[in-house]
């Protein structure tokens, strides 16, 4: 027997998602705010040396590929913004990703650049 005087929170999403679609008659695609708000932030993360960029694009590529899936199931389903927003979200996430490797890779060139330049000085004469 159900606690019915006691609605659980998956009742209240139940019932939540029930009215949005009763009154739109289409829902939020999935992570699709996600997929945008981690594009974004991929893209000013690449200056923190590349990583942060590359793990949040990386992300949200991933969330977009499934979010993908789900509306092709089911398009008439899902509303036509959110498609829209993982779909800018998915290109923000690959100039993100661009970014970040470049600029990645860029800071390893450099410390090996100046490695190597410590690296061959001559050191024995400095102290003369």
């Known amino acids: 027997m159900e606690n019915q005087g006691n609605p659980t929170q998956e009742n209240v999403n139940q019932q939540f998602n029930q009215q949005f679609v009763q009154h739109t008659g289409q829902q939020q695609l999935p992570n699709s705010t996600a997929v945008l708000v981690l ?3 991929s893209i000013v993360g690449c200056f923190c040396y590349g990583i942060i960029g590359l ?3 990386i992300i949200a590529l991933v969330l977009a ?3 993908k899936k ?3 199931q089911n398009p008439a389903m899902f509303s036509e913004a959110s498609f829209k927003n993982m779909k800018a979200g ?3 996430a690959i100039i993100g990703l661009c970014l970040s490797a470049c600029y990645l890779i860029f800071f390893i060139v450099y410390i090996a650049i100046i490695g190597s ?3 061959g000085m001559p050191w024995d004469m400095m102290g003369r």
């Open 55 to 57: 793990i949040l694009g």
């Open 117 to 119: 330049v410590i690296a």
């Open 90 to 92: 998915k290109i923000c």
């Open 70 to 72: 789900i509306y092709d």
């Open 39 to 41: 594009g974004i932030i």
């Open 65 to 67: 590929g499934k979010a």
